[in-house]
């Protein structure tokens, strides 16, 4: 299964690495916001489902039908924990890390640093086999330790966060390779 970066139709790349955003953000800054058919190529997700998710609140209101980066940050996030968490659970740890989705000012970590930080320790992890709490631990305290400065009073709200995410996204991939190996097993037959 070809490694894509998380959240997204887009083939993983050295750059994303230690900056997943830096390779989506080009398009948005080229275009002036992207329309939602990009979205829906990017996202791999269907427009009804990127609308429903904004007509919820879960995602911020779009400026002119183009989407910025703060409603494709916030929808790549959703994205990359769907596939095993109920989208009111991943609505709740999103309000429990960045509160209300239309005001910043209650943000722990802004979203695209909460998106750069969260496929970080994805790709670490995936690179040190770490599959243990305690080897997952080391590389979210690792991780999140460069956003120190700015996230102090809320670190381990923020590390306790970040756990259930990444184990959400790596269920679901785990869960993606389990289904295209059952088909694949009985497409041999």
Not at 26 to 32: V, W, Y
Not at 178 to 184: F, H, I, R, T, Y
Request: proline share 2%; aromatic share 8%; charged share 25%.
């Amino acid at each position: 299964m070809e490694k894509k970066i998380p959240g997204t139709s887009i083939t993983y790349t050295e750059q994303a690495k230690d900056a997943a955003y830096s390779v989506i953000s080009p398009i948005i800054e080229a275009t002036g916001g992207i329309s939602l058919s990009q979205l829906s190529k990017i996202t791999g997700l269907e427009a009804s489902t990127i609308q429903n998710w904004i007509k919820r609140g879960w995602v911020s209101s779009t400026k002119g039908k183009k989407y910025f980066d703060k409603q494709v940050t916030r929808i790549l996030l959703i994205n990359m924990m769907r596939g095993v968490m109920k989208l009111e659970d991943i609505a709740n740890i999103m309000i429990y890390i960045n509160g209300d989705v239309e005001d910043t000012s209650d943000d722990i970590i802004p979203d695209i640093a909460l998106y750069n930080l969260l496929c970080k320790i994805i790709f670490l992890a995936d690179e040190n086999d770490a599959y243990s709490d305690k080897q997952l631990s080391s590389i979210i305290d690792e991780c999140v330790a460069q956003f120190a400065k700015t996230i102090i009073s809320h670190e381990d709200k923020l590390k306790k966060a970040l756990m259930v995410m990444v184990l959400a996204y790596r269920s679901g991939f785990i869960k993606n390779c389990m289904e295209a190996k059952l088909a694949a097993l009985f497409e041999a037959e």
